[in-house]
């Protein structure tokens, strides 16, 4: 089938069509409706998982059409240059990895959004929006595509916030949206300087003309020469605009809100999802079309993601809300992607991606649970709850279990994450690894001191009515555990459609 990734992208709007047609008050069926129809696009993922060729780095199942085209100039090859904004997707390893985590996370998501208590189809159709615009981000292989869909999913993501949150939900919904929008701001100067320079919008071409050395803007005697200090320019730009976004120290603080002041639903994409789109930029494009740049920043880079592990690492161990030490861990568990990257092998790369994939999965379970303990407790404060076990014992354990695979236990998929990522920069950076890795310790201090304190002790008497997980709320947590499990014990199911794509970017690198 030639349009798959288009029918996979847009795939959400039949969900949307279906609940334009469903009465306001029908609460039920536009629940329903919602989950259901976040069914579909998980289907054509996995299809496409089942029909990829892992074999090569080539861009799979591409789809190109002409859309618009002005005469802009001359290419550094001497071609009539056109300002086209052309319709391009495609999928190699990284986007498969990822488009996978967007579909599973927005089914279980959807499962999640069942709790929400007010204008429901208006929540559902933003949240396919919003998944319209995920997919589209990791599909596009057009800057300009790939611009449009980031700020479709930054706009349906702020009214999620802003609408159905808790208490500051407005305050965390413009922190969201003043930083996101200035690090869009950013990238869209980027690109556009890309664009005015190389005279293609296509990533693709763009990686060829940067990075292959008998290419014009290699040649220091070509009037399409692009300088050291402009390549860095950009670089950093990039840099910044996808450190917010995944976020990197100090530009985080907007996503602490939105732990506390967001519905479970709306976290667990966000934690999940939208986080990693910081990852896959600084892979897709820093690491892509800077290679030499990127490697003379890795100790920087190593630096910020040090940083970023300790300091999240400490703030979370002394949080007295358990959404906050959540929130703190993902700020942590986003240095150990740095460190990956930092690492420039194929190790560290490597670590870099299984780190993006198994925190969304490990990130939306605990948030899902913490969710869910927080409608029946009204109260996320850890010394407020404390012997949960005995009234929900299989919430407990799956609590406890997340918390495992989050602090790297051996046979879950944040043990092999971590492992790939510090085995990489071992070989490069000894030192900052060493650093980085006592958030190891770290990471199991505040995670069992939260999750036990919260879970054993002495029950409260208003805690003894609890109920324990129903069977909806149990299909979300078998399926992320089942996957937890799956790349922890066998991680080729993800390493192998990824092997050839990272080859390909080392290749570039020179490692």
Avoid: C
């Amino acid at each position: 089938m030639n349009n798959l990734l288009t029918i996979l992208t847009f795939s959400p709007v039949l969900g949307i069509l279906i609940l334009l047609l469903v009465p306001r008050d029908k609460a039920g069926v536009i629940k329903w409706v919602g989950i259901l129809s976040t069914l579909l696009p998980l289907a054509i993922a996995l299809f496409l998982y089942g029909n990829f060729d892992f074999t090569t780095d080539e861009m799979q199942f591409q789809e190109n059409y002409s859309w618009i085209s002005i005469p802009f100039g001359t290419s550094p090859a001497g071609q009539p240059v056109f300002l086209s904004l052309d319709y391009q997707l495609g999928l190699d390893g990284l986007s498969l990895a990822l488009v996978i985590l967007s579909t599973l996370i927005s089914t279980m998501a959807a499962v999640a959004a069942m709790s929400i208590t007010k204008r429901w189809k208006e929540f559902f159709i933003l949240f396919l929006i919003n998944e319209i615009g995920m997919l589209g981000v990791f599909l596009s292989l057009n800057l300009f595509l790939f611009f449009v869909f980031f700020e479709v999913s930054l706009v349906a993501f702020f009214f999620l916030i802003a609408i159905w949150g808790y208490v500051d939900r407005e305050k965390a919904a413009m922190k969201f949206l003043i930083y996101n929008g200035v690090g869009s701001a950013i990238m869209l100067i980027a690109f556009v300087a890309i664009f005015m320079k190389l005279g293609t919008l296509e990533i693709a071409e763009i990686t060829q003309y940067l990075t292959n050395p008998m290419s014009p803007v290699n040649a220091a005697d070509s009037p399409f020469y692009l300088d050291y200090g402009f390549r860095l320019a950009l670089m950093i730009s990039l840099l910044i605009a996808f450190g917010i976004k995944l976020p990197i120290f100090p530009v985080h603080t907007w996503m602490l809100r939105i732990y506390t002041d967001a519905h479970p639903a709306v976290v667990m994409i966000h934690s999940a999802v939208l986080l990693k789109i910081g990852a896959y930029g600084l892979i897709r494009f820093n690491a892509g079309f800077f290679p030499e740049v990127m490697s003379d920043l890795a100790t920087f880079i190593a630096i910020l993601g040090v940083i970023n592990i300790l300091y999240g690492a400490v703030l979370a161990f002394v949080q007295k809300d358990l959404k906050m030490v959540l929130a703190y861990s993902s700020l942590s568990h986003m240095g150990i992607v740095l460190l990956g990257l930092a690492a420039l092998n194929f190790a560290g790369l490597q670590g870099a991606i299984f780190q993006t994939i198994s925190h969304g999965l490990i990130s939306a379970l605990l948030m899902f649970v913490v969710g869910i303990i927080y409608e029946r407790t009204q109260t996320s404060y850890i010394h407020e709850l404390g012997g949960l076990a005995k009234s929900m014992p299989y919430i407990s354990g799956i609590l406890l279990t997340a918390a495992m695979a989050n602090l790297g236990l051996p046979g879950l998929s944040g043990f092999i994450s971590e492992f790939l990522a510090y085995l990489g920069l071992f070989g490069v950076m000894p030192v900052w690894a060493t650093i980085g890795a006592l958030g190891i310790i770290l990471t199991a201090a505040y995670m069992l001191r939260a999750v036990l304190r919260s879970t054993f002790g002495q029950m409260p008497e208003r805690w003894a009515d609890l109920k324990d997980a129903q069977p909806l709320e149990a299909i979300p947590m078998v399926v992320l555990i089942g996957f937890i499990v799956l790349i922890g014990v066998y991680p080729a199911v993800l390493s192998e459609p990824l092997q050839a794509t990272i080859q390909n970017i080392v290749l570039r690198i020179g490692g």
